[in-house]
């Protein structure tokens, strides 16, 4: 006979042999993984100064913010949220494996892809920061909290939208071919390479009803508060997505938890 | 003891909806070991993976009082990244509390005796080493009912003894529900027996009673027909395979006096 545990006993062991599991497959026992993670930002940055000082020469497009923070900042930002939605779109076929252990449910891996995911995310995100101060480059955050609060609030909209996409894309295959298609444009509509400033105010409008435009605009605030951003960047319509895609995401799951195991 | 109430089963990818399962109702007592015989398809593997909670009916329910396993010697859930013992450590974590884990380790490590590998990622091992592996997993938790499905057939013969010695050593503490084709492990290691026949599902006090039922309906009136059919049907695969290829050989020599009409 095993001991008894709580409902609540079985879940935090159960993340945590998740966590483990996949922080040890991903990061400790792969050797290229912590060189592609920090490796694939930068060289995304070195394209995007490249193309910038082709585009606009040496021009200064940006009102009280460097160009190259400016970036550094919106990309590994929205590299956060893609990262959340992709890989938790993958978490539960990639462990359909473990459903065989009783107590492992499809909604856990996705929560522990997410945390880990995030973590990691958070931690190459500060190796940026320092080492671009090291650099001299202006990335001190002057306002810390902000800054954070922008940050949690991409990964809570990765999170919904990825748990929410965990269901679907598992389901029907092409929702996750689709939502792969996307990302590139995602970028492009986000503000992350193209100052939202520079764009005519009528097509403005249609763009923050994306809501990754509001996380990432405010984060840039965050590192430079008088940065001059487009009117109407508000965190509060972030968070209805982010809310509703996670509450979606979590009934979506209840439902078909069934029919996840056995996909 | 398991209790089976009213359980129906289908999968919908057939033409027709047919149940694989119709109105099961069982009971299995406990310290009971039970094997399950039928026809290739008469939902064997179904219906024990609704007993192990892998998969869910359509009707009915399934009710645990006792602690159940995943099914013995399954290697699916092992990541091949990691190593032995931290795959043993991942399981264990989902079964046990963490003041556990070590001591569990300690028997997959015992009983998988495949020495210093223990500590080399699972993709280097050869099948053998695997299933001895999933087998140690499987055999270190104290369950109530241990579920396999044709399990024993895999390992080399000196092992297999050593796993359904295992078995044997835990009757009396445990009970075990088996699927196998063979009838000498059924008889062997189960008291009782389930007959699935068209989607019913009939309950022997003997096991030998249920291997009989299953003969007789099938159209052996004993195991020695079925085992001439078997090896029939085996040297006909044999000779058709030598004909394939003396038929592929003769196109090759046709081939090559064409292209080399004058030698």
Known sequence: ?263 | MIEIKNLYKRYHNHHANSWVLENVNLTIPPNVSVGLVGPNGAGKSTLLRLIGGMDTPDKGEVIRHSSLSWPVGLSGGLQTSLTGRENAKFVARLYVPEKDVPNIVKKVEDFAEIGAAFNDPVKTYSSGMKSRLSFGLSLAFDFDVYISDEATAVGDKAFKEKASKAFKEKVGQASLIIVSHSTGILKELCQAGIWLDQGKAIWYDDINEAIEAYYQSAGFSDKKKLNYRRIARKYKKMANAQKQKISALQNQITELQEANPNP
């Not at chain 1, 590994?76 to 939605?85: D, V």
């Not at chain 1, 190459?124 to 949690?152: C, E, H, N, T």
């Open chain 1, 1 to 263: 006979m095993l001991t008894q545990r709580t409902p609540w006993q079985i879940t935090r062991s159960v993340w945590y042999a998740l966590y483990m599991r996949e922080l040890l497959a991903r990061v400790i026992n792969n050797r290229f993984a912590w060189f592609w993670m920090v490796f694939e930002p930068l060289a995304f940055i070195a394209i995007m100064v490249a193309v910038r000082v082709v585009v606009f020469g040496r021009e200064k497009v940006l009102i009280n913010a460097d160009f190259i923070p400016w970036l550094i900042v919106g990309l590994l930002s929205f590299f956060l949220f893609r990262e959340q939605m992709i890989r938790l779109m993958g978490a539960v076929t990639a462990n359909k494996a473990l459903y065989a252990y009783r107590q492992v449910k499809p909604v856990d891996t996705v929560f522990v892809r997410s945390g880990l995911e995030g973590l990691l995310k958070t931690f190459v995100f500060s190796l940026f920061i320092v080492f671009g101060l090291l650099l001299a480059i202006p990335m001190w955050p002057q306002d810390w909290w902000v800054v954070l609060y922008a940050w949690l609030s991409l990964w809570a909209l990765g999170f919904g939208i990825g748990l929410t996409l965990s269901v679907l894309a598992t389901m029907v295959e092409e929702v996750g071919i689709i939502f792969r298609m996307l990302t590139l444009p995602l970028l492009l509509i986000s503000g992350v390479i193209i100052p939202l400033t520079y764009l005519p105010h009528h097509l403005v409008e249609y763009l923050l009803y994306n809501p990754i435009v509001h996380g990432i605009e405010t984060i840039r605030l965050g590192f430079y508060p008088d940065y001059h951003t487009v009117q109407g960047i508000t965190m509060q319509y972030l968070w209805y997505w982010a809310l509703s895609t996670t509450a979606l995401g979590l009934i979506l799951h209840l439902r078909f938890e069934a029919k996840l195991k056995t996909k």
